[in-house]
């Protein structure tokens, strides 16, 4: 029964931990260290031409804040005395500096706190789904004929992009393409004037040759 009690209180700060986190980007644990939030930027993978979203990571360092915003916090939450709350941080502080190699202590949905082969505690973030942080592909835009930065191993360069020869062509083919149009276009319009000029008759499309008949031989005999 008493187990369940402590279970209740710690899952309780758990949670609280979590909000404090988000709120103020810090959460102070007595005698332990620091929970931090940590903006990444995006990263760009040039081999793979496509960018990471940026995240959001939470981090563990040994440094020791004034916890006393955080006690007030959890007082005011659990309505409780400011000795009170800060008594059940204490021991929930003290449950993690207890662990050993073969335990780690969970913080709900965050993460988890364990301790490495040096046996020092350490602090692991619970993965981030993929479909909250999707790659996106990125192409690199150059304009022919002007100056870009690239990048040689640890050094940046300048270069001159020259279009292509498939760039080339498909600009000399739109180009043939419209003066194709424009001399199909004369060519309807001047017939269209030399019907005018005949007065809109459309002999000179008519074959002029006439037909010459034959008179076929009679094969056949009339009977009386």
């Not at 996106?136 to 100056?147: G, I, K, S």
């Amino acid at each position: 029964m008493f187990a369940s009690v402590i279970n209740a209180l710690f899952m309780l700060i758990e949670k609280l931990i979590e909000t404090y986190l988000l709120r103020n980007h810090y959460c102070p644990l007595p005698k332990l260290g620091t929970l931090i939030l940590h903006e990444t930027n995006a990263q760009i993978e040039s081999v793979n031409k496509q960018i990471e979203a940026p995240k959001t990571e939470i981090r563990f360092e040994n440094q020791h804040s004034s916890d006393d915003d955080f006690i007030q916090f959890i007082a005011k939450k659990k309505s409780v005395k400011y000795d009170e709350a800060k008594t059940l941080l204490t021991d929930f502080c003290q449950s993690i500096s207890a662990l050993n190699h073969f335990t780690e202590k969970k913080i709900n949905h965050t993460g988890r706190f364990y301790v490495d082969t040096d046996g020092v505690l350490s602090f692991r973030q619970n993965e981030i789904a993929t479909e909250f942080i999707p790659t996106v592909e990125a192409n690199r835009v150059t304009h022919p004929d002007q100056f870009h930065t690239i990048r040689v191993g640890d050094e940046e360069r300048k270069a001159i992009f020259k279009k292509s020869k498939s760039e080339k062509t498909g600009k000399v083919a739109k180009k043939l393409w419209w003066i194709t149009a424009i001399i199909l276009f004369l060519i309807g319009i001047g017939i269209c004037i030399f019907a005018i000029q005949n007065g809109g008759r459309v002999d000179f499309w008519k074959n002029k040759t006439k037909i010459k008949t034959n008179n076929a031989v009679k094969t056949y005999r009339v009977i009386q």
